[in-house]
């Protein structure tokens, strides 16, 4: 007869397990498992919560809200705050083309009009660039403040109505530095309208950036220089002239508005990635050639030109140019570092 190779079962008949204890200590547990599907020792009886963040035990403090997008439990960011809201599209403006501020013919060319005549331009050349170097290093502090400092950058996602205040402020200053030629022209006033349009979009450019991480920030603002720095020198160089093809761009200006105004009420109601990529890719081409465009009216010896006097729309234009080409490209590489 075989012998198993099993040890032999404990028998409670031959002594208990433990020792008596002395006081009012409970008895020890019974020797083995509970039944398959009886209640564990220490687990909450059936049903069990069934929600990600319903509290387990009696008396333990509830998890958070449900996030607003399916499948995440929990949500992001500062504890207690909820998820914010998803970044906001560009502002929706055309490009700025009034008839008003350009001179046909060879006014301000730069060969056979006299020294006067390029020294006029070179000064004046200077001057817009002044002002926007000095427009895009006010955005450029903005965006790296709302972008670092974390306070700063929680207060902007869950305050949107700022955003849309500044844009209200951005759109109303716009519309008059480039309708009315008086308050365009007539100084202080120019450079106080200036500097409160460049304060509204700059606010508008660090609220959309802080939703992106540093990185998509980064690589969007080195992009964009590059980019900038070479339609510049391009423009300064070639031959072509963009200012003859005036008719294309305002085309061109009038379908970039009508499409970001439906791509807003489309993603307002379900949004469409691939919607949002194409509107940005074509944003960021139509705004280098009005960079392009805008450029060669800066420079005078084409065949059309802005007047000196309008040096605050020179600087307006492709200010705008510039912020709108970067917030394409970092939505575009936002999306894709995501």
């Not at 670092?148 to 716009?174: D, G, K, L, M």
């Not at 720095?229 to 160089?237: L, M, R, S």
């Not at 002239?241 to 061109?252: I, N, P, Q, S, W």
């Amino acid at each position: 007869m075989s012998r198993s190779d099993y040890p032999p079962g404990y028998d409670d008949s031959r002594g208990p397990l433990y020792n008596p204890q002395g006081g009012n200590y409970p008895a020890p547990p019974a020797y083995g498992f509970p039944a398959y599907g009886g209640p564990q020792p220490g687990q909450p009886a059936a049903p069990y919560p069934t929600g990600p963040n319903t509290p387990l035990y009696p008396g333990q403090p509830g998890g958070y809200g449900p996030g607003p997008y399916p499948g995440q439990p929990q949500p992001g960011g500062h504890p207690g705050a909820g998820y914010p809201n998803p970044p906001p599209m560009p502002p929706v403006m055309p490009p700025t083309i009034p008839s008003d501020v350009l001179s046909s013919g060879d006014e301000f060319a730069a060969s056979g009009s006299g020294w006067d005549d390029m020294s006029i331009r070179h000064a004046f050349i200077r001057k817009v660039y002044m002002i926007l170097a000095a427009q895009l290093l006010l955005t450029t502090a903005i965006v790296a403040v709302f972008t670092f400092v974390e306070p700063v950058r929680y207060f902007v996602q869950r305050n949107q109505a700022i955003y849309w205040a500044s844009y209200a402020v951005y759109f109303i200053t716009h519309l008059v530095l480039v309708c009315c030629k008086g308050p365009r022209r007539k100084f202080p006033w120019n450079i106080i309208l200036l500097l409160v349009f460049t304060l509204a979009l700059s606010y508008m450019t660090g609220s959309i950036s802080s939703f992106y991480n540093t990185k998509a920030v980064f690589l969007a603002l080195g992009i964009t220089a590059v980019v900038c720095i070479a339609v510049t020198v391009f423009c300064f160089q070639t031959k072509v002239d963009f200012t003859k093809c005036r008719g294309l761009f305002c085309v061109l200006g009038i379908v970039i508005f009508v499409t970001g105004i439906i791509t807003t009420i489309v993603l307002s109601f379900k949004y469409i990635l691939w919607l949002h990529m194409l509107y940005a890719a074509i944003g960021a081409i139509a705004f280098t050639m009005f960079l392009a465009y805008h450029t060669q009216l800066l420079i005078g010896n084409r065949k059309h030109s802005i007047s000196p006097e309008e040096y605050v729309f020179a600087a307006l234009s492709i200010y705008v140019d510039i912020v709108q080409i970067f917030l394409f490209l970092l939505q575009i590489i936002g999306a894709s570092t995501k």
